[in-house]
């Protein structure tokens, strides 16, 4: 469904949709997730990390209420009552 050039960024696999990133995220884990990985993974990435984490708390609140919609929508889709396993 969505793809950079190295990840595979969302997928479907029958009724399931599966995502790499994580829309729900607010600045506190994604500091500490960007401050955890090596200089040089980023680097390689092109991504400079203090850029990258002054734009998520600059726009916390509009990544806040597309989460809110973007899960919204998804448990719109979800069935209600007892959930249908296939075998």
Request: glycine share 6%.
């Amino acid at each position: 469904l969505a793809r950079s050039a190295r990840y595979r960024q969302a997928f479907r696999l029958g009724s399931a949709l599966g995502l790499q990133p994580h829309p729900d995220v607010s600045p506190e884990p994604f500091t500490r997730w960007t401050r955890s990985k090596p200089i040089a993974e980023l680097a390689r990435d092109g991504i400079d990390p203090d850029a990258a984490i002054a734009a998520v708390r600059a726009h916390a609140d509009e990544q806040r209420e597309m989460a809110a919609r973007f899960f919204g929508a998804w448990a719109a889709e979800v069935p209600s009552g007892q959930p249908r396993i296939s075998r």
